[in-house]
């Protein structure tokens, strides 16, 4: 990012799944939020509304400082063709996306494979999207078998890039930790920082094992699952993160805007 500090740089992004039901709803909430977007001097505020809303939405730029950027929350694994209902990453791209989310724990409960998920990554760095890929295990086993599902999850994803997107990686992809078992919960099942801190380390290290350790200390890592305004305080300082994905307190423009505050704060 290009902001030049001492301060941290974050990135908030907000997923409003398929809320709010109206598009004056959506601009009112895209209003708020990139009120706050453009006072923030450190933070990156990216906002994933629905399809339908993206080109409501105004997107400026990706840097700090702007209106918030624009995501969609999915993407075709096709480039283009005969796929009814399917939304190509190239499509989002010209509607204002600047950002995609892949492989959210809501799509691979629809059916998204490691395969299709990698399939959709792909189609997103080449549509010219930074590409936020999500991972996290459904429940957390004693035998930390679960540091395998994460691994096996970011491993799919990285060992089927070519070279030349290997070569962008650190500016165009980001993974987010999202526990399924913390998502969509009460805000006290918010991991505690330090266990978010640890998979942060985790994640960068399976990354580095993979591509080299300049591109694993560079790709930022995301928390979501059950971030409330006053959760996020903790993890954005103690939890060794370089963001948030946060659902539904995301459409709260309120509660995002003192997230999106705190964060330009550190
Ligand atoms: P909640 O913040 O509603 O738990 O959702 C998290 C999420 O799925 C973000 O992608």
Redo the contacts with the bound molecule.
């Keep these: 990012m290009p902001v030049k500090s001492q301060k941290r740089n974050f990135i908030i992004a907000g997923?409003w799944?398929m809320n709010p039901d109206s598009l004056a709803d959506a601009k009112t909430i895209f209003a708020a939020i990139s009120r706050k977007a453009r006072s923030a001097r450190h933070t990156v505020v990216v906002l994933a509304p629905p399809a339908p809303f993206l080109s409501a939405g105004a997107s400026r730029s990706g840097r700090a400082g702007t209106a918030a950027c624009l995501a969609i929350q999915d993407v075709s694994e096709h480039v283009s063709g005969a796929f009814t209902g399917s939304v190509s990453a190239r499509q989002a791209r010209s509607a204002g996306a600047e950002y995609a989310?892949i492989g959210?724990?809501?799509r691979r409960k629809a059916g998204d494979t490691d395969m299709i998920v990698s399939q959709k990554v792909r189609q997103a760095l080449d549509a010219g999207l930074r590409t936020i890929v999500?991972v996290g295990e459904t429940e957390r086993d004693p035998h930390a078998h679960y540091l395998r599902t994460v691994r096996e999850q970011i491993l799919a994803v990285v060992g089927a890039l070519d070279k030349k997107q290997v070569r962008s990686l650190t500016h165009s992809l980001i993974v987010?930790y999202?526990p399924v078992w913390?998502?969509?919960?009460s805000y006290d099942t918010a991991p505690k920082p330090s266990d978010i801190h640890e998979m942060s380390i985790y994640i960068k290290k399976v990354i580095a094992e993979s591509l080299g350790k300049k591109i694993g200390i560079k790709i930022p890592v995301l928390y979501?699952?059950?971030?409330d305004l006053e959760n996020s305080k903790a993890i954005l300082k103690d939890g060794g993160i370089d963001g948030l994905?946060?659902?539904?307190?995301s459409l709260d423009s309120k509660d995002f805007g003192g997230m999106i505050d705190y964060a330009d704060s550190l």
Aim: proline share 0%.
């Design positions: 997923n799944k989310i959210h724990s809501e999500c987010a999202e913390a998502v969509g919960k979501g699952g059950s971030v994905l946060v659902g539904r307190q």
